[in-house]
């Protein structure tokens, strides 16, 4: 399972996410993971831990922008991030700011 680069868990809101990321952040080259339409309303903390993660899907979680200072220090840990999907999550301008400032060399897309 080393080599495992891209991977898609969208829509599947009944898995226990924080086990999971956990288990994936020993998966050296995983460097694109899709957890959109999840229902998610904490980031696992276990993303950090992905050292090699490149994209990360996170549209349309809405509840995430709800505690965005949360949101923000999970994916500022994440340094190899360089594309960030948060379209559809509910965002003002004021925390899409936030979420630039806290990010600046990441390509994020919002809605």
Request: aromatic share 6%; glycine share 2%; proline share 3%.
């Amino acid at each position: 399972m080393q080599s495992l680069t891209v991977l898609s868990l969208n829509t599947n809101p009944d898995l226990d996410f924080n086990s999971i990321v956990e288990q994936l952040s020993e998966i050296r080259g995983l460097k694109e993971l899709d957890l959109s339409n999840n229902n998610l309303t904490k980031l696992p903390t276990a993303l950090a831990k992905m050292l090699q993660l490149e994209v990360l899907g996170l549209y349309r979680n809405t509840e995430l922008a709800s505690d965005l200072i949360y949101t923000a220090a999970t994916l500022v840990q994440i340094y190899s991030l360089k594309k960030l999907d948060f379209r559809y999550n509910t965002t003002t301008e004021a925390q899409r700011e936030i979420i630039r400032m806290a990010l600046p060399r990441v390509e994020i897309e919002f809605d």
